[in-house]
């Protein structure tokens, strides 16, 4: 079956969605060090966008149809996720592009992950705004948060460091994924 590629809509969300999660997670590394704290009011305000900017993303992605191929919730689209899977065992990489199969499934799943941190950031969010002096009016809340944060944060490294090594082997082996996502020509529908 041959996959369709990604349309110019969707390419532009996916610059964005990977430009604002990567900088949320890599200055998460460094925002709670004494010498660059200054990073954390950024990691508010670009959180704030990376959270409208998945919003879009969801909404486009049910409109377009692809909720299917990012949860194949069918029988047959179960059972062509489980042969990606083995055969991935025995060394054979899954298929590319927009259709159904594993490596939509585990774009899906770090679309939740994604989702769960612009979630509970969000929360945080509003529980000190920008301006806002001082301890949060509920600490012990405030930390419940930052845990249930932190543990879609992990699932996001995770998602991150498969789906960026996938993408390169993709690559290397002649796949070229990198420019039907990221290429912003026209014609790629
Ligand atoms: C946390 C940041 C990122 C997120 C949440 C993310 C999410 C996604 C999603 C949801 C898709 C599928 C789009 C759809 O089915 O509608 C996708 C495709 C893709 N992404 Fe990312 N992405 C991220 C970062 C990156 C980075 C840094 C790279 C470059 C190495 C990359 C390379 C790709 C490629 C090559 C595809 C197409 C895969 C295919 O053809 O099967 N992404 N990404
Ligand atoms: C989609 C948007 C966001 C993403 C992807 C994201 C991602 C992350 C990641 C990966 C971490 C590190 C977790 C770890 O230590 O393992 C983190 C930490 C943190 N983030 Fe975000 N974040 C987002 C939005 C926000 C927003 C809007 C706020 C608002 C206050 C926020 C507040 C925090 C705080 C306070 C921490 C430190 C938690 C701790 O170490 O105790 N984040 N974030």
């Not at 009011?41 to 992605?61: C, D, E, K």
């Not at 191929?69 to 083995?86: N, Q, Y």
Request: glycine share 12%.
């Amino acid at each position: 079956m041959i996959r369709k590629g990604w349309d110019i809509k969707l390419r532009l969300l996916h610059w964005a969605i990977a430009l604002t999660a990567t900088f949320q997670q890599l200055s998460s590394m460094y925002m709670s060090n004494p010498g660059t704290q200054f990073l954390f009011p950024y990691h508010r305000i670009v959180g704030a966008v990376a959270a409208i900017v998945l919003l879009l993303f969801w909404l486009y992605s049910y409109a377009i149809y692809d909720l299917k191929m990012l949860f194949p919730w069918g029988r047959d689209a179960r059972r062509e996720v489980l042969r990606e899977s083995f055969a991935l065992f025995r060394g054979r990489l899954p298929r590319t592009g927009r259709g159904i199969g594993l490596s939509g499934f585990v774009h899906g799943l770090g679309l939740l992950a994604l989702s769960g941190c612009a979630c509970t950031g969000m929360i945080m969010f509003a529980m000190i705004p920008p301006g806002h002096v001082g301890p949060p009016s509920d600490p012990m809340a405030f930390t419940r948060y930052t845990l249930q944060h932190k543990f879609f944060g992990e699932m996001l490294w995770i998602y991150w460091c498969g789906h960026t090594v996938f993408a390169l082997v993709h690559q290397l082996t002649g796949g070229h994924v990198l420019g039907s996502i990221f290429g912003l020509g026209r014609k790629r529908n």
